[in-house]
């Protein structure tokens, strides 16, 4: 059967932004923020709140987010809801427009922050035909495009989606790693105190290597007691160990663990051979399965959201966790030495490891949260604890 033609595809009215998916599917709607056209994955984040922390989070690179959650953007921006200097998701799908933000921390709407950062919005979309879509069929790759004069090329951005080489394979970390080590300062957030200070004295000292880490993490670890020292994806296992390091930390980021776990495993593995604890999340989960030997998939829809429930499998407690992955550590390629210590309860993934003759663990969610519930903020406590 031919293919339908995708410049007779008509454009309702008003029309200033568009969804164009791989599969030649379109859905009109309104533009926002910057004008332009972004090529990704679309995946949906099920989050109620937190839309900035999910765009500045450097795992979303490469990737337009679709929130279900319908009101996007009523407490507008401000500087400090962050886990990264910029936005890192491409765009954001939602279905409302976005309203003037009511709340007193509000600093911006969230049309300026997305235009100041060059990111594309688009509202008036189904997000929940668009979610049902990819739940069914997976995370498509697409465009999306806001012209405020509402022209379209939608042939060109059919062609842009389709050109778009996929999620799979590709290494993102060292575009979105820092350049040069440095230290890390601040704990956790508090209303009326903002982000405070670490604790005095003598801290252990934890070396966090930066594959597109989240700002939280680093206060979680500051406010279970760490110093954190933070260095760029390729740093070399000398590198690390001129710091001094009590504990090594693999961090969350964007892309193929495979492809990143070319340059990165190695470097796990004469860390791991030094009897160091390690923690690692996300991607720096699925890192140190890879430097054990483990093996790595896409997941088909993958887990975005900010009340997944997790078995722990030490004592049967669940906890609500926050999420962000579209790969996931294969459960059957562990080796001996590594035990599964947490399991997701929505489609029985694996959710956490760790090593039986090294200390070292990881999970796939994320204890730092922003956004989501603190129900995992031991697991910082945990391996602060065992630098002491
Ligand atoms: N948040 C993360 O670290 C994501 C890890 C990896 N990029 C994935 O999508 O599975």
Same mark, same amino acid.
């Given at each position: 059967m031919a293919e339908p033609d995708i410049s007779r595809v008509p454009q309702p009215e008003g029309a200033t932004g568009v969804l164009v998916l791989a599969n030649g599917e379109v859905a009109w709607g309104r533009g926002f923020g910057a004008a332009g056209a972004a090529v990704g994955e679309v995946c949906f984040h099920t989050a109620m709140t937190g839309y900035q922390e999910i765009m500045t989070d450097p795992s979303f690179a490469g990737q337009i987010i679709t929130f279900?959650?319908? %009101?996007? =953007?009523?407490v507008g921006a401000n500087p400090d809801d962050v886990e990264a200097d910029d936005p890192h998701a491409l765009g954001m799908i939602v279905r409302e427009d976005p309203t003037a933000p009511s709340n007193f921390r509000a600093m911006e709407n969230l049309d300026g922050w997305m235009k100041r950062h060059t990111r594309i919005g688009l509202a008036g979309i189904d997000t929940r035909a668009l979610t049902r879509r990819i739940r069914t069929g997976g995370a498509p790759n697409g465009v999306v495009a806001h012209s405020p004069d509402g022209t379209f090329d939608l042939p060109a951005l059919l062609a842009m989606a389709r050109g778009w080489p996929g999620l799979e394979g590709m290494d993102l970390a060292r575009q979105v790693t820092r350049e040069t080590h440095g230290t890390w300062e601040g704990g956790i957030w508090r209303l009326g105190f903002g982000y405070g200070a670490g604790e005095g004295g003598a801290r252990p000292h934890v070396v966090a290597i930066d594959y =597109?880490?989240? %700002?939280n993490i680093f206060r979680n670890l500051v406010q279970a007691g760490a110093k954190v020292s933070v260095v760029p994806a390729e740093a070399t296992f000398d590198q690390i160990m001129a710091l001094a390091p009590d504990g090594i930390f693999l961090s969350n980021g964007p892309g193929d663990p495979a492809a990143t776990g070319e340059y990165a495993v190695p470097v796990i593995r004469q860390l791991l051979d030094t009897g160091k604890p390690l923690f690692g999340i996300c991607l720096g989960h699925q890192l140190l399965g890879l430097a054990v030997g483990a093996k790595t998939t896409k997941m088909f829809q993958g887990h975005r959201g900010a009340n997944h429930p997790v078995k722990r499998l030490s004592d049967g407690a669940v906890e609500i966790t926050s999420m962000n992955h579209g790969f996931a550590v294969e459960r059957e390629s562990l080796p001996a030495n590594a035990r599964e210590t947490h399991v997701s309860l929505f489609d029985g993934s694996n959710a956490g490891l760790e090593l039986t003759d090294r200390p070292a663990f990881s999970v796939q969610y994320h204890p730092e949260a922003s956004p989501g519930p603190q129900d995992s903020f031991y697991l910082f406590e945990r391996f602060v604890g065992a630098l002491r």
């Amino acid at each position: 059967m031919a293919e339908p033609d995708i410049s007779r595809v008509p454009q309702p009215e008003g029309a200033t932004g568009v969804l164009v998916l791989a599969n030649g599917e379109v859905a009109w709607g309104r533009g926002f923020g910057a004008a332009g056209a972004a090529v990704g994955e679309v995946c949906f984040h099920t989050a109620m709140t937190g839309y900035q922390e999910i765009m500045t989070d450097p795992s979303f690179a490469g990737q337009i987010i679709t929130f279900t959650f319908p %009101h996007i =953007g009523n407490v507008g921006a401000n500087p400090d809801d962050v886990e990264a200097d910029d936005p890192h998701a491409l765009g954001m799908i939602v279905r409302e427009d976005p309203t003037a933000p009511s709340n007193f921390r509000a600093m911006e709407n969230l049309d300026g922050w997305m235009k100041r950062h060059t990111r594309i919005g688009l509202a008036g979309i189904d997000t929940r035909a668009l979610t049902r879509r990819i739940r069914t069929g997976g995370a498509p790759n697409g465009v999306v495009a806001h012209s405020p004069d509402g022209t379209f090329d939608l042939p060109a951005l059919l062609a842009m989606a389709r050109g778009w080489p996929g999620l799979e394979g590709m290494d993102l970390a060292r575009q979105v790693t820092r350049e040069t080590h440095g230290t890390w300062e601040g704990g956790i957030w508090r209303l009326g105190f903002g982000y405070g200070a670490g604790e005095g004295g003598a801290r252990p000292h934890v070396v966090a290597i930066d594959y =597109g880490s989240k %700002h939280n993490i680093f206060r979680n670890l500051v406010q279970a007691g760490a110093k954190v020292s933070v260095v760029p994806a390729e740093a070399t296992f000398d590198q690390i160990m001129a710091l001094a390091p009590d504990g090594i930390f693999l961090s969350n980021g964007p892309g193929d663990p495979a492809a990143t776990g070319e340059y990165a495993v190695p470097v796990i593995r004469q860390l791991l051979d030094t009897g160091k604890p390690l923690f690692g999340i996300c991607l720096g989960h699925q890192l140190l399965g890879l430097a054990v030997g483990a093996k790595t998939t896409k997941m088909f829809q993958g887990h975005r959201g900010a009340n997944h429930p997790v078995k722990r499998l030490s004592d049967g407690a669940v906890e609500i966790t926050s999420m962000n992955h579209g790969f996931a550590v294969e459960r059957e390629s562990l080796p001996a030495n590594a035990r599964e210590t947490h399991v997701s309860l929505f489609d029985g993934s694996n959710a956490g490891l760790e090593l039986t003759d090294r200390p070292a663990f990881s999970v796939q969610y994320h204890p730092e949260a922003s956004p989501g519930p603190q129900d995992s903020f031991y697991l910082f406590e945990r391996f602060v604890g065992a630098l002491r």
